[in-house]
């Protein structure tokens, strides 16, 4: 059963506008978030976390926002150049290991 | 960049036949994991290790063991390889700071049985 859940499998975004991907999670005793972004024949890169005693982590055009009552965070990306154009996952920790999502493939349009 | 390498990149194998593969990192770090990646699945982990000869399952075990005889190295066989088990494998390895758990990946190893 999936624990973590990104419902959006595309996005497809102008360049220099928002990207928005969201994920949802459902084991409580998760308390820290991590997105990674992932290029084709690479692997997948560390890009940013939030601990889950806070609601936002700012780190340049990256944005997370995590709302514990809804057991929901969002990744903001803004604004969004064609070098974001990959796959996104949401992953979850309670302990030493991660629980991911399926991924989002976000495009960034010209 | 972490120093994480995993070896072969690319292999074919036929079904029935054992396949080992290799994860080597320099930096010392005291977790290392193995997942794979499916379309519509993301990624699932097989084995982790908390230390040498220390591993445990993951949710997607059955057919796969692992061996950690040193710090630096994490190996994944397959017994008796199967189609199902044609996938990408994604080594990683995270460090020992509690509250942190970034996990660092390595480039991956795209695996095909015939």
């Known amino acids: 059963d999936q624990q973590v859940k990104q419902n959006s499998p595309s996005l497809s975004v102008q360049e220099g506008r928002i990207s928005i991907l969201n994920c949802d999670y459902t084991?409580?005793?998760?308390?820290?978030f991590l997105w990674y972004k992932k290029y084709p024949a690479e692997g997948p890169t560390f890009l940013i976390s939030?601990?889950?005693?806070?609601d936002k982590n700012e780190d340049g055009r990256f944005t997370v926002f995590l709302n514990k009552s809804a057991k929901h965070l969002s990744l903001h990306i803004v604004p969004s150049q064609p070098g974001d154009s990959a796959v996104y996952f949401c992953a979850a920790s309670g302990d030493y290991k991660l629980s991911f999502g399926a991924g989002t493939t976000v495009t960034v349009r010209a | 960049d972490a120093g994480i390498t995993q070896s072969p990149r690319h292999k074919v194998t036929e079904t029935g036949t054992p396949v080992t593969l290799r994860c080597h990192q320099t930096e010392n770090h005291r977790y290392m994991y193995w997942y794979r990646q499916d379309p519509g699945h993301g990624l699932r982990l097989i084995h982790y290790?908390?230390?040498?000869?220390?591993?445990d399952k993951g949710e997607v075990s059955d057919g796969y063991s692992v061996s950690r005889s040193k710090t630096e190295d994490f190996l994944l066989t397959l017994e008796s390889a199967t189609s199902s088990q044609t996938s990408v494998y994604f080594c990683?390895?995270?460090?020992?700071?509690?509250?942190?758990?970034?996990?660092?990946f390595g480039p991956g190893t795209r695996l095909t049985v015939t």
């Open positions: 084991n409580s005793m998760f308390d820290y």
């Open positions: 990683a390895i995270s460090g020992d700071r509690r509250g942190s758990y970034e996990q660092y």
């Open positions: 290790s908390y230390g040498v000869k220390d591993t």
């Open positions: 939030i601990s889950s005693i806070k």
